[in-house]
């Protein structure tokens, strides 16, 4: 009796976010269904991005590679779709010419750190080599923690935070001020950037 009564806790738990999934996976199918008898060439960028985003879903990690070279094609400039390309060509071409050219990407752009960090662990993992896994892993684990505690020290401003001259274009300040100047109530507005100590080139706030 204590064991139905567990399921039927976890049943009912597990429900919703299982029927979610399912509706995640149909709609999945569904849209690479649409998709499989057109040339990959013909689609347009939305579609691109929904067929990645189905594959992705379905674990199809070809379609994936198809569709970010077709992206590349048209954006040779789009720095996320030329990591995903090249973490899988690391795992489906045993590639490790990808993976110098992944690392010399993320330390152009490093917001890609966590995907090239993954496809690593995962490609050395599958080869056996924990140590050079191991090597990744930890730059994931630093990473995350400097994502966290830069979410962190922007969720509030105090008084007490340390303010410096903005960096934001005139064009913007512009901006502000007309919107500013629909709302009589504000009297002052005051633009300054907080000081900050976790990825403040990416995003300072």
């Known amino acids: 009796q204590l064991a139905m009564a567990f399921d039927n806790a976890w049943r009912d738990h597990s429900r919703k976010s299982w029927k979610a999934r399912h509706?995640?996976?149909?709609?999945?199918?569904?849209?690479?269904?649409?998709?499989?008898?057109?040339?990959i060439s013909s689609l347009m960028r939305d579609e691109l991005s929904a067929m990645i985003d189905a594959a992705n879903v379905l674990q199809d990690e070809k379609k994936i590679m198809a569709a970010c070279d077709e992206i590349l094609k048209r954006e040779p400039d789009n720095t996320s779709a030329k990591a995903h390309l090249l973490g899988l060509r690391l795992i489906?071409?045993?590639?490790?010419?990808?993976?110098?050219?992944?690392?010399?990407?993320?330390?152009?752009?490093?917001?890609?750190?966590?995907?090239?960090?993954?496809?690593?662990?995962?490609?050395?993992?599958?080869?056996?080599?924990?140590e050079e896994a191991a090597v990744y892993q930890v730059r994931l684990d630093e990473w995350t923690y400097q994502n966290e505690?830069?979410?962190?020290?922007?969720?509030?401003?105090?008084?007490?935070?340390?303010f410096l001259p903005h960096n934001i274009t005139a064009e913007y300040v512009t901006r502000?001020?007309?919107?500013?100047?629909?709302?009589?109530?504000?009297?002052?507005?005051?633009?300054?950037?907080?000081?900050?100590?976790?990825?403040?080139?990416?995003?300072?706030?």
């Open 92 to 130: 489906h071409n045993n590639d490790e010419s990808a993976l110098l050219k992944l690392d010399d990407l993320v330390m152009l752009h490093p917001e890609h750190m966590p995907v090239a960090c993954r496809f690593a662990i995962r490609y050395f993992e599958s080869q056996e080599r924990q």
């Open 176 to 205: 502000v001020v007309k919107h500013c100047k629909k709302h009589p109530i504000i009297a002052k507005a005051y633009m300054v950037r907080k000081e900050v100590d976790y990825h403040k080139k990416e995003n300072p706030l």
């Open 23 to 39: 509706k995640e996976h149909q709609n999945a199918l569904r849209t690479l269904a649409e998709l499989k008898d057109r040339k």
């Open 149 to 162: 505690a830069a979410e962190e020290e922007r969720k509030l401003i105090f008084a007490s935070d340390v």
